[in-house]
C-alpha cells in the first residue's frame, strides 16, 4: 500500500494553516461592450486587497461565454497610482487565458496555470514584502488583451480571496 499526502496534510505543524484565514467571494460581473472595446482593456475583477491576501479560486459558476477572438487574457495585480490603473504584474496568475472558445460552469481560471503556487501570497507571487502597501490597495485585473469583435459580452466570476486576520 501506498500513502499519499496531500499538500495541506500537516495543516497542524505548518504555520501556513496556523494563522486566521477568512474566506469571502467577490462576484465579478463585467460588461464588455464591443463598440467601446480596444486590445489591451483591463476589467478590475476585486479590490482592496492586501500582499498578505491570496487569491485562493477564480471561479466561472456559469461557464465562460465564447468570445470571437479572445485568446490572449492575462490575471494579474493592480494598484492606482493618480488615478491611472498601474500594472504590479498583470499576468502573475493565468499569462494567455484563452475564452475564444467556451468553457464549462465551475471552472476554476487559476487552474490553467499548472506552475501556480497556489499557497503563495501577493507579495510572495510579486516580490513584495508585508510592509509594502498601496494606497487603496492592490487589484486583481483580467487584461483582455485580443478585443471582442462579435457582440457585446458578459464574463460572470467568482473570486475567492483569503484575508489575514489578527490573532
Request: hydrophobic residues 40%; proline residues 2%; glycine residues 8%.
Amino acid at each position: 500500500m501506498t500513502v499519499y499526502n496531500s499538500v495541506g496534510y500537516d495543516a497542524n505543524s505548518n504555520p501556513m494553516y496556523r494563522t486566521g484565514k477568512v474566506l469571502r467571494t467577490v462576484h465579478a460581473e463585467l460588461s464588455v461592450d464591443i463598440s467601446e472595446a480596444t486590445d489591451g482593456d483591463v476589467y478590475v475583477l476585486a479590490g482592496g486587497l492586501t500582499t498578505n491576501s491570496r487569491i485562493h479560486r477564480i471561479m466561472a459558476p456559469e461557464g465562460i461565454v465564447k468570445f470571437a477572438a479572445a485568446d490572449d487574457n492575462d490575471l494579474g495585480f493592480y494598484y492606482y497610482k493618480a488615478g491611472v490603473l498601474t500594472a504590479i504584474d498583470a499576468d502573475v496568475l493565468v499569462d494567455g487565458l484563452d475564452i475564444a472558445t467556451a468553457a464549462t460552469a465551475c471552472v476554476d481560471l487559476l487552474g490553467t496555470n499548472t506552475a501556480l503556487d497556489r499557497t503563495k501570497t501577493i507579495g510572495e507571487l510579486v516580490s513584495l514584502s508585508p510592509d509594502n502597501t498601496y494606497a487603496g490597495g492592490i487589484y486583481l485585473c483580467m487584461t483582455i488583451n485580443t478585443k471582442e469583435t462579435t457582440a457585446d459580452k458578459i464574463i460572470d466570476l467568482d473570486v475567492v480571496i483569503e484575508d489575514p486576520v489578527s490573532n
